[in-house]
């Protein structure tokens, strides 16, 4: 099967985990968008989303989702998003669509965290793929050279030349050569930083279920 193929075998598995009565949390991402529209198919039976981007948010409407406002949402019962990596624990790292703030407020706001991924996002360590940073732009100079101080090498993310400005405003720092030996204590470290908005290492919201997309089918993995 194509990446693409396995993508839509993921996203349509994550169905199995949305409570028809209960709003869900929808996360942001490719894999993500074959889960949105597997949503569609039952969406008479649900309130609504709580959506991570600006994006998502636009393509749950064209298919007849309402999204309801993180504020007006006590809790969620599922978040359903997709990862750049993860680890046999759970943990991971997210950005990788510039939406890796809300996301993880929508996480912080769920009871679990499905994880929607094919096995090539599967990996022994975090670090391998540029970890996102979302950060305000004043401190982007010396946030990249605590960065350097760890070993790693941070640039400013661009589009069409630009900076790219995230749904909140801000700009993303992708850094390169971390190796993430324990995602807890960095993801605490990192977000104390002054500038930092969020690092993109989803421990403290790390998933409780991955459902990973493989040739023979569709891998549950619990954590």
């Excluded at 010396?142 to 661009?158: M, T, Y």
């Excluded at 971390?178 to 807890?184: C, K």
Aim: proline letters at 4%; aromatic letters at 4%.
């Amino acid at each position: 099967m194509t990446q693409d193929e396995l993508k839509t075998l993921v996203g349509q598995a994550a169905l199995a985990y949305v409570t028809p009565g209960e709003i869900v949390g929808v996360g942001t991402g490719s894999t993500v968008n074959k889960f949105i529209d597997a949503l569609a198919t039952m969406k008479d039976q649900i309130p609504g989303a709580v959506s991570s981007s600006e994006a998502s948010t636009a393509r749950l409407k064209a298919l007849g989702i309402p999204v309801l406002e993180a504020a007006d949402v006590a809790e969620l019962s599922v978040y359903i998003d997709g990862a750049d990596e993860i680890d046999a624990q759970g943990n991971m790292v997210k950005g990788g669509g510039a939406a890796l703030t809300r996301e993880k407020i929508v996480a912080a706001q769920s009871k679990r965290f499905v994880c929607i991924a094919d096995e090539s996002k599967m990996v022994k360590a975090l670090g391998a793929f540029p970890l996102p940073v979302e950060v305000i732009p004043m401190a982007a100079a010396r946030i990249a050279r605590q960065f350097v101080a760890k070993g790693g090498q941070a640039r400013l993310r661009l589009k069409d030349g630009a900076p790219l400005v995230t749904d909140n405003g801000q700009h993303i720092l992708d850094v390169t050569g971390l190796q993430i030996a324990d995602p807890l204590a960095f993801e605490s470290e990192v977000n104390q930083w002054p500038g930092v908005v969020t690092v993109g290492v989803f421990a403290h919201q790390r998933a409780q279920v991955c459902l990973l997309g493989t040739p023979s089918g569709v891998k549950t993995l619990t954590f």
